[in-house]
Antibody, heavy 128, light 107 residues
Framework: EVQLVVSGGGLVQPGGSLRLSCVGSGFSFTSYWMNWVRQAPGKGLEWVANIKPAGSERYYVDSVKGRFTISRDDAKSSLYLQMSSLRAEDTAVYFCARSNCVRAVTASNGVVCKMDVWGQGTTVTVSS | DIQMTQSPSSLSASVGDRVTITCRAS??????LNWYQQKGGKAPKLLIY???SLQSGVPSRFSGSGSGTDFTLTISSLQPEDFATYYCQQSYSASYTFGQGTKLEIK
């Protein structure tokens, strides 16, 4: 079974740090871009960061640049999100998701990436 | 950054209705546009990718169309299990963005 299992959430004080983990199984983890997506209470989905296989490229939403670091250990089929200088507005459920890039003749460069496998989410609460 | 705007933000409909949700991008995203369904804060489910391709296992009552900046998600005949929140998402840029969501409620 293809799955992603997320862990590491919890309660942290403003300014603190936390590390989230996401372990993949049932697929070749090394072949896929991986993402973190979050959802604040009562709000919509917000893409946070992604990372290319082997970690050679990484992208972040502006609001977390300089505070969050996405990384991966392909030997362990694991994705991480190191979060520091946490703020109340970082309070959210954090999901990891696989980007499956497939051929699509009408898409830019003939490839479209879709987040087709998701972890269950872990809750991060930033509060004093 | 590419901004995605969905309309409406919420929608009331009845079982059996045909429903259309619109998504507009702030610049062309070609057909690098995906649609997701989310229920009750659980992990989103991919419905449509590349603007109009149905993800495996998704019922055929779901369809998508559009290219460039304007896209639509259509549910041809609403079923009780379709009441949920729907999101569009662009993957044209490596920095992905989602629309703000459309909550579909029972009338």
């Amino acid at each position: 079974e293809v799955q992603l299992v997320v862990s590491g959430g919890g309660l942290v004080q403003p300014g603190g740090s936390l590390r989230l983990s996401c372990v993949g199984s049932g697929f070749s983890f090394t072949s896929y871009w991986m993402n973190w997506v979050r959802q604040a209470p009562g709000k919509g989905l917000e893409w946070v960061a992604n990372i290319k296989p082997a970690g050679s490229e990484r992208y972040y939403v502006d609001s977390v640049k300089g505070r969050f670091t996405i990384s991966r250990d392909d030997a362990k089929s694991s994705l991480y999100l190191q979060m520091s200088s946490l703020r109340a507005e970082d309070t959210a459920v954090y999901f990891c998701a696989r980007s499956n890039c497939v051929r699509a003749v009408t898409a830019s460069n003939g490839v479209v990436c879709k987040m087709d496998v998701w972890g269950q989410g872990t809750t991060v609460t930033v509060s004093s | 950054d590419i901004q995605m705007t969905q309309s409406p933000s919420s929608l009331s409909a009845s079982v059996g209705d045909r429903v259309t949700i619109t998504c507009r991008a702030s610049q062309s995203v070609s057909t690098n546009l995906n649609w997701y369904q989310q229920k009750g804060g659980k992990a989103p489910k991919l419905l449509i990718y590349a603007a109009s391709s149905l993800q495996s296992g998704v019922p055929s009552r779901f369809s998508g169309s559009g290219s460039g900046t304007d896209f639509t998600l259509t549910i041809s005949s609403l079923q009780p299990e379709d009441f949920a929140t729907y999101y569009c998402q662009q993957s044209y840029s490596a920095s992905y963005t989602f629309g703000q969501g459309t909550k579909l409620e029972i009338k």
